[in-house]
């Protein structure tokens, strides 16, 4: 494990005490709104779908998917044993302990057979993958022919008012809020690492190089937030 992932997965697992509370209030909790949408747009019609729910965390989506579809099989995988021990408290609370199964295990370095998945979803996570193809790269493998990727991931609305009224919030008030309430300086990663990452389009591209056909994607809460969607190539 590099230098990179090694300090991603320490500080998530500083924060996991705060992570749900932190990621309810700083999204006016919006989040749960962007994960069902996703959840919303997984199986259309799929029998029995089997669901890797990549950097899982502590299992929103997990959990949303499992809402979603009464059969699906579903594993949540993340590498913060923290977060993971959470996502299980949470699937029990639900009575979905049974159908969720949390599972410790690296992005980059996906512990399954090759076309196990018929659905691969991921919900702000992709973005703490380095190499970020490597990720697309491993998710491919993992998925059907035909098989269904959903990746919500943070964005920045186009040029204009908005985009320096968010970028005011996203910027200097979210990470003091993130430090108020964890107690550690976690919450300026976050804009760090949206500023970094693929914009929408260039995504788009980066999914079609992996072997993805299909791709598109649409904005949510006036461009903050991207739903990409895509299917593995036949």
């Known amino acids: 494990m590099d230098e990179h992932a090694r300090s991603v997965r320490k500080m998530f697992g500083a924060i996991t005490p705060r992570y749900d509370l932190l990621n309810h209030l700083l999204s006016l909790n919006l ?97 703490n993958t380095s190499p970020i193809e490597a990720a697309l790269s491993e998710a491919a493998r993992v998925i059907r022919p035909g098989g269904r990727l959903l990746i919500l991931e943070f964005s920045l609305p186009a040029r204009g008012f908005w985009r320096r009224l968010y970028g005011f919030y996203f910027y200097r008030i979210l990470p003091k809020i993130g430090r108020w309430i964890s107690g550690t300086s976690a919450y300026s990663y976050l804009p760090a690492s949206v500023a970094l990452f693929p914009e929408p389009d260039r995504l788009r591209e980066m999914l079609g190089r992996s072997g993805f056909v299909e791709a598109e994607w649409r904005p949510l809460a006036g461009g903050t937030v991207a739903l990409h969607t895509a299917r593995m190539a036949a």
């Open 31 to 127: 989040d749960r709104r962007w994960r069902r949408k996703a959840a919303e747009l997984a199986f259309g019609g799929l029998r029995r779908p089997r669901v890797l729910d990549l950097c899982a965390g502590t299992g929103d989506l997990a959990i949303e998917l499992a809402r979603h579809c009464s059969d699906a099989w579903i594993v949540a995988l993340d590498f913060v044993a923290p977060m993971l021990e959470r996502a299980r408290d949470k699937c029990r609370k639900v009575n979905l302990a049974d159908r969720v199964h949390p599972l410790c295990g690296d992005a980059l370095r996906l512990p399954f057979r090759d076309r196990t998945f018929d659905v691969l979803a991921v919900a702000f996570g992709l973005r």
